[in-house]
């Protein structure tokens, strides 16, 4: 079973940047499929961008596209979610995923096994 924390979140006004971090434990010997999603209150959880194993491969929402990074870093474990110009749309529980595939199934959050707790952000106008 893997264990996933999120990690980065906060307040910040709108225009501000914020990097998220999701780290992974348990057997984490072979890389997986990551990817993040979010929350929105009165809404269901959406997607947001997704990285393949070795990290060769990328998807984004199109919320997220040119504003959002996201990366990993299979030797520490970690995945991370660069976001800047965040604006008070973005504010959501934003969850990590992981998927065990070896396929990359991209933004399907159905593909996901693990799911972390999630962490807030809240971006103020």
């Known amino acids: 079973q893997v264990q996933l924390v999120e990690s980065g979140g906060g307040l910040v006004q709108a225009g501000g940047s914020l990097r998220l971090s999701c780290s992974a434990s348990?057997?984490?010997?072979?890389?997986?499929?990551m990817g993040w999603f979010r929350q929105i209150p009165g809404k269901g959880r959406e997607p947001v961008a997704a990285i393949s194993r070795i990290g060769g491969y990328t998807n984004y929402a199109a919320s997220a596209r040119g504003r959002f990074t996201i990366s990993k870093d299979n030797a520490k474990n970690t995945l991370y979610l660069q976001m800047n110009s965040l604006s008070p749309e973005d504010t959501a529980l934003y969850y990590c995923?992981?998927?065990?595939?070896?396929?990359?199934?991209?933004?399907?959050?159905?593909?996901?096994?693990?799911w972390g707790q999630g962490t807030q952000v809240t971006v103020s106008s």
């Open positions: 348990g057997p984490t010997s072979s890389p997986y499929n």
């Open positions: 995923a992981a998927d065990k595939s070896l396929l990359f199934h991209g933004l399907r959050a159905d593909a996901y096994d693990y």
